[in-house]
């Protein structure tokens, strides 16, 4: 179906759509709980809204504005977001706090660093989640192993270490192998997986991203909410999947 005279764009409509219920694991109230851990970085700084004018003229409608995420914490990337919140959720378990109420500086407090030290996590990458991951480790005071699959570039498993304390292996797998892998590897060695992918049995933690990255939803109806919109239009670039979730 086209939508626009020009013949600029087309859209396929999904005739397989059905209603979706979320059992409020991604409601207001789970988003705010993600954005307060955010806020409480150091980093955190709200990320901009810019506004493609040229572009929009050239379709025709009104405006065009794209969430800037490559200005997100030092990563140039929106995938922190759920890696650093899924282990906040992690380490309130490991510790007994709620995470509805619990901050930062109470998981930082002297009493509990040798238990997050102790805590090591290992996940499968191909860049923007394993360097997340590996960040968010060093904040918290964790160990982190990263896996990444084979054809990787070296520079990218070096951007990896360079965020934070992770040890860095490019495997000879594919990408689902290595996740397999990472799978195998935190079972062997008592490691929390904290991957971007769910499947039948680990779902529990990927949810946990995917609520990570409702920090981007909120900030954007924030800021949309101080503009008159007439029907606005949301586009995302789905990735693996997790961020059509949100």
Not at 25 to 37: G, I, M, P, Q, R
Not at 210 to 223: A, D, F, K, S
Request: hydrophobic share 40%; proline share 2%.
């Amino acid at each position: 179906m086209r939508i626009f005279s020009n013949d600029v764009m087309e859209v396929l409509i999904n005739k397989g759509l059905r209603e979706f219920r979320s059992d409020g694991c991604f409601d207001y109230n789970e988003a705010l709980a993600a954005k307060k851990l955010h806020e409480s970085l150091e980093a955190y700084q709200k990320t901009p809204l810019v506004h493609l004018d040229g572009l929009a003229k050239k379709l025709q409608i009104s405006n065009i504005m794209v969430k800037d995420e490559s200005k997100r914490f030092s990563l140039n990337a929106f995938k922190g977001l759920g890696g650093s919140y899924a282990m906040f959720r992690i380490i309130c378990e490991v510790l007994g706090l709620d995470y509805q109420t619990a901050q930062l500086k109470d998981l930082l407090q002297d009493k509990f660093k040798a238990t997050l030290q102790a805590i090591e996590f290992v996940t499968a990458t191909d860049g923007n989640h394993g360097k997340g991951v590996s960040w968010a480790a060093g904040i918290f005071g964790c160990k982190a192993h990263v896996y990444m699959p084979a054809g990787s570039q070296e520079v990218r498993a070096e951007a990896i270490r360079n965020a934070g304390p992770a040890d860095v292996e490019i495997t000879k797998f594919n990408y689902d192998d290595t996740v397999r892998f990472a799978k195998s590897q935190s079972e062997a060695n008592g490691w929390y997986l904290i991957q971007d992918t769910a499947w039948d049995g680990y779902e529990k933690i990927p949810t946990w991203i995917i609520q990570g990255y409702l920090t981007m939803i909120l900030e954007t109806v924030e800021e949309l909410g101080t503009k008159k919109l007439n029907q606005p239009m949301f586009f995302y670039k789905p990735g693996s999947g997790l961020w059509l979730a949100v």
